[in-house]
């Protein structure tokens, strides 16, 4: 395993991060199991663990903590915060108030007394990046966090929270926790570019393109999976599954499986310290585990970059956040009043 540096941090960590999502009730309810995977997974050398709070509400970090007793010291743990918790309207966002609570449930969960690397799930609309980089500066200078990373952040909030670091004084996001796969390259114009310049690292999500990329999604044909069971519509997009059925005729020809040949795309950019994967079972862990090696030339990245252009997304995952100006119509649209003088 050769171990890439995280940022600017001078944190070492393994190209593949182990994403601890599907480890609980939405994905693998057997702890026993689950644990078995991590294991697995750090014995096969990758040191770099990603959960977060809001995965099986809380069941994931358990998983984790129980899995870590005694391997803790020799792992880059990394947890996230910002989705609803509870019912309650303050067990959610990125206040201050929220995050100094939520941290010491994270760690309890977890079973630590810090966090290496702890991550604003989402940007919150709703508070001063001021406020959110403030309250994780407190954390870094009690010792339960080592550094802070933010996720899904746009290039300008990227830049914006940056900046206001710099002005005030506060610790700065030293990591960004993006989308990438062969069939989602949006990052590749602006967010990767900007984090490179920041001295930022990287942790890409999804770089099978949320199952797409496995190989186990074809066009006119139904797959009996997980994935498909709950019924996302990234996996019936025309768009992406053409895309899919000529990414399936490069990889036979190159000699590759699917998953090794989008594996070892998304941690060919150099903007890219880590790939994050999330196995549900051991088999897919093994599979992924044997292609760690696997390099692309140019040739092929070449033919990947005819079939989706750099810097373009095809259609977009479910899961993937949407800014609020997206999500409703009305931040995009004058009101009638106005448009009818114009």
């Known amino acids: ?19 601890a999502m599907m480890f609980g009730a939405i994905g693998n309810p057997d702890h026993d199991d689950s644990i078995r995977i991590i294991h697995k997974a750090l014995d096969a050398g990758i040191n770099f663990v990603d959960t977060a709070d809001m995965y099986s509400r809380g069941e994931s970090e358990e998983i984790v903590g129980k899995a870590l007793k005694g391997r803790r010291e020799n792992v880059v ?9 509870g019912d309650d309207p303050n067990q959610r966002g990125n206040s201050r108030r929220w995050i100094i609570a939520e941290v010491e449930n994270s760690l309890r969960r977890l079973q630590t007394d810090h966090l290496d690397l702890y991550q604003v799930h989402r940007p919150d609309p709703s508070v001063d990046v001021e ?8 954390l870094i200078h009690s010792g339960k966090v080592r550094a802070i990373g933010s996720s899904c ?3 300008s909030e990227i830049v914006e929270a ?3 670091a710099e002005r005030r004084g506060l610790q700065r996001f030293r990591t960004e926790q993006p989308t990438y796969s062969i069939l989602n390259r949006g990052i ?28 186990r999604y074809r066009k006119g044909q139904q797959a009996d999976t997980h994935r498909a069971n709950y019924g996302f519509k990234h996996l019936s997009d025309e768009r992406r599954l053409d895309a899919v059925e000529q990414l399936v005729s490069l990889a036979q020809d190159a000699g590759l499986p699917m998953t090794h040949l989008a594996m070892a795309f998304a941690i060919a950019h150099p903007g890219v310290t880590s790939a994050i994967i999330g196995p549900r079972t051991m088999e897919h862990l093994d599979d992924l585990l044997a292609g760690v090696e696997t390099t692309l030339d140019d040739g092929i990245l070449d033919k990947i970059d005819k079939i989706v252009p750099p810097g373009t997304d095809i259609g977009t995952l479910d899961m993937a956040y949407q800014p609020p100006a997206l999500q409703r119509a009305g931040l995009r649209r004058r009101p009638m009043d106005e448009r009818a003088a114009a």
């Open 1 to 19: 395993m050769q171990y890439r540096t995280l940022g600017r941090t001078g944190i070492k960590v393994s190209p593949y991060c182990l994403g």
């Open 77 to 85: 743990l990394a947890t996230k915060v910002h989705n609803p918790m």
């Open 131 to 138: 406020e959110t980089l403030s309250a994780l500066s407190d």
């Open 153 to 155: 952040f746009p290039a």
């Open 162 to 164: 940056q900046w206001v």
């Open 188 to 215: 590749e114009r602006e967010v990767l570019p900007v984090c490179q310049q920041y001295g930022m690292g990287t942790l890409v999500w999804s770089p099978l393109a949320g199952g797409l990329l496995t190989g």
